[in-house]
């Protein structure tokens, strides 16, 4: 198909329907967020200021769940091939054992250390998945739809209203 005949049918196609500009505004301003933050999710580059490490350590945490999630889902009967964006809230937080020791009124409270002189670690508290986007083959099936979005919910312990899943084109 020759380039006039391309510029014909999409001159055609916006004289035909009025809305078409509307959307086709309303997608590519979607696709430059989308853009924008993969790029602030891109690895670093030699020329670049180096990303704090709490803030690396929320984007491997992300990247990590993505990269488990499209594994699992691509499993899953219908999905075929899947493409996962998680968007998560918050940082890594690491919580020590604490002794308290003392009365109620003068309680005094030290972190429990080991034989090294090391602080011990009780818990890591993980950032807060406030977004999954799933893109998949069978996304257009409502059947398909229900066994991802539930099996996302059922993982991350999160509401389905924040699961998304649509049809790969």
């Known amino acids: 198909m020759g380039l006039s005949k ?11 329907s009025p809305k078409a500009g509307i959307y086709l505004a309303a997608a ?3 696709a430059a967020l989308l853009l924008m933050f993969r790029a602030q999710r891109s690895p670093e580059l030699p020329n670049e200021e180096p990303i704090e490490p709490e803030v690396r350590a929320v984007l491997d945490y992300a990247d990590s769940l993505e990269e488990e999630l499209k594994g699992i889902i691509s499993e899953i009967q219908g999905v075929g091939e899947a493409s996962v964006m998680v968007t998560v809230s918050g940082s890594e937080e690491k919580v020590f054992a604490r002794d308290t020791s003392g009365d109620k009124e003068h309680k005094d ?5 080991s034989g090294n002189k090391d602080a011990i670690l009780q818990n ?3 950032p807060e998945v406030t977004g999954v ?3 998949c083959t069978g996304g257009k099936k409502p ?9 996302v919910s059922t993982v991350l312990n999160i509401p389905t209203g924040k699961v998304y899943v649509t049809n790969r084109k």
């Open 133 to 135: 986007l799933i893109v």
């Open 6 to 16: 391309i510029k014909d049918r999409i001159t055609e196609f916006f004289k035909n």
């Open 109 to 113: 409270e030290k972190t429990v250390l």
């Open 124 to 126: 890591i508290r993980y």
């Open 28 to 30: 590519a301003v979607c």
């Open 143 to 151: 059947t398909v739809k229900e066994k991802v979005v539930n099996a």
